[in-house]
Structure formats: structure tokens, C-alpha cells
Nanobody, 121 residues
């Protein structure tokens, strides 16, 4: 079973920066998207940013201009650099990898365990 291991969360003051990192526990083939989602208390999980392999990156409107996603599908790693953080960015951040593999191109989707980001005002 593949595990996505996240690191880099923590407590930061408003206006500060954090870098989240995620790596798969073993090699994954056929990745189609790599991304970061977040879930604040009482709210649904939402997309923060994702890379569409061979295409481009998507960002939530709320983080555009403040976050940069980078990843390596061959190394199965994806990072999220966050700047100018706001208290409303406080949430548990989850790494995600989605794709297809095997002779039947079976779909898979993996999630990390989540890392807490807290932004104080």
C-alpha cells in the first residue's frame, strides 16, 4: 500500500511563509495529477493547488499569487510553497496523487495523513 508522507506544517504568524512537502513511500506509476487540498474546521475539503502532469497547474482563487506548487512525477514528490499567509489559511493540508496504472489502467488515488497549518493574527 502506498503512503504519502507530508511534512512542513506548523504555526506561523500572518504574513509569514511555509513550505509543505510530500513524498510517496514507494514508486507510483501513471500519475495524472499531484496536488494539495485543505480542510478547515467545519468546512469541506477544498483544492488548494494541483499539477496536471504534462499540462499546467491549477490554483484556488484564494491562494493565487501567494502559493506555488512544484512536483516531480518521476520522483513522486510534490511541494507547496506558501507566502503571505493569512489566518483564513489555517487548516489541515492533505497531499493527493491520482492516476492510472497497470495493464487495465486501473484508477488509483492516494491521500496523505494531513499536516496542520495554523496562521496566527
Amino acid at each position: 500500500q502506498v503512503q504519502l508522507v507530508e511534512s512542513g506544517g506548523g504555526l506561523v504568524q500572518a504574513g509569514g511563509s511555509l513550505r509543505l512537502s510530500c513524498a510517496a513511500s514507494r514508486t507510483i506509476f501513471g500519475i495524472r495529477t499531484m496536488g494539495w487540498y485543505r480542510q478547515a474546521p467545519g468546512k469541506q475539503r477544498e483544492l488548494v493547488a494541483r499539477i496536471i502532469i504534462g499540462d499546467s497547474a491549477d490554483y484556488a482563487d484564494s491562494v493565487k499569487g501567494r502559493c506555488t506548487i512544484s512536483g516531480d512525477s518521476a520522483k513522486n514528490t510534490v511541494d507547496l510553497q506558501m507566502a503571505s499567509l493569512k489566518p483564513e489559511d489555517t487548516a489541515v493540508y492533505y497531499c493527493n496523487m491520482y492516476g492510472r496504472s497497470g495493464p487495465n489502467l486501473k484508477t488509483y488515488e492516494y491521500w496523505g495523513q494531513g499536516t496542520q497549518v495554523t496562521v496566527s493574527s
